[in-house]
């Protein structure tokens, strides 16, 4: 009777440890878990992502010529090239660009000091202008797993032996690709190719841009009244901003025009 009283569990023998079925279910846990997958081109590069089309090339960006160096914007509004970075590190403030959709081929490029890339009659790139023109527009070329920027005078982007930042070449070669990079996480969401000011009827995207624009001392808008058949034309031919911009300038209350 005193033994059965005393016996109240399995045997345990000294220096054995007991397994509980809570132990035994986290060790499952542990097991089943699967370690997730990561990019380690984003992670060497900051958390920059390597853009593949030109749908991906919106919002912040940045133009990666060799392995962890980018252009980089100057207060002359010219561009050079950055110093390299190290492993892990993304692109400093003067070498961020950002990007904004013109249609389905081309973007415009912004630089941090507030103005729009372009080039100048040296085939020199330089940051210089306030608004979006035929010369501040860029077609990002993907072939063959590489990608080159081309510019309205149908020259590639380059970096000469000194560093500067030019559109001289007709043809795209190695020291012509370029990688361009976003921050932006990718999302499949196709009216993200065509920014939200150019959505709806053509007065409606007149009255949009006079909005963003325009400076309001009286509170009154200030629409051209001329013949807006021009600007679906405009939209297709991809200078509908410039068009736009010729518009407001008639009015003069643009803030970006004379």
């Not at 440890?17 to 699967?34: A, G, Y």
């Not at 970075?85 to 415009?108: Q, R, S």
């Not at 058949?229 to 297709?236: G, I």
């Amino acid at each position: 009777m005193e033994y059965n009283r005393i016996r109240t569990g399995k045997l345990v023998l000294k220096g054995e440890k007991q397994k509980t079925k809570k132990r035994k279910h986290k060790n499952l846990e542990k097991i089943e878990q699967k370690p997730e997958v990561q990019d380690t081109d984003v992670i060497n590069h900051g958390g920059w992502c390597k853009t593949t089309s030109v749908s991906e090339i919106t919002g912040t960006v940045a133009i990666e010529f060799k392995n962890q160096t980018y252009i980089k914007a100057l207060d002359n509004g010219l561009f050079t090239l950055g110093i390299p970075h190290d492993e892990g590190e993304g692109p400093c403030p003067e070498e961020i660009l950002i990007a904004i959709p013109v249609n389905e081929t081309k973007v415009a490029l912004k630089s941090g000091y507030g103005k729009y890339l372009g080039v100048d009659k040296k085939g020199v790139v330089v940051g210089r202008s306030d608004a979006v023109g035929t010369l501040e527009q860029w077609e990002p070329i993907f072939q063959d797993g590489n990608l080159a920027i081309l510019s309205s005078t149908n020259n590639f982007i380059s970096v000469t032996n000194d560093d500067d930042v030019v559109c001289q070449s007709k043809t795209a070669g190695p020291a012509e690709f370029v990688c361009i990079r976003s921050i932006v996480q990718r999302v499949d969401d196709n009216d993200k190719e065509v920014c939200e000011e150019e959505l709806g009827s053509m007065a409606q995207v007149e009255e949009k841009f006079v909005r963003k624009f325009q400076k309001f001392q009286d509170k009154k808008l200030r629409i051209c009244t001329s013949d807006r058949s021009t600007l679906k034309k405009a939209k297709e031919e991809g200078i509908l901003h410039e068009t736009l911009l010729d518009r407001r300038s008639k009015m003069k209350a643009d803030r970006y025009c004379k």
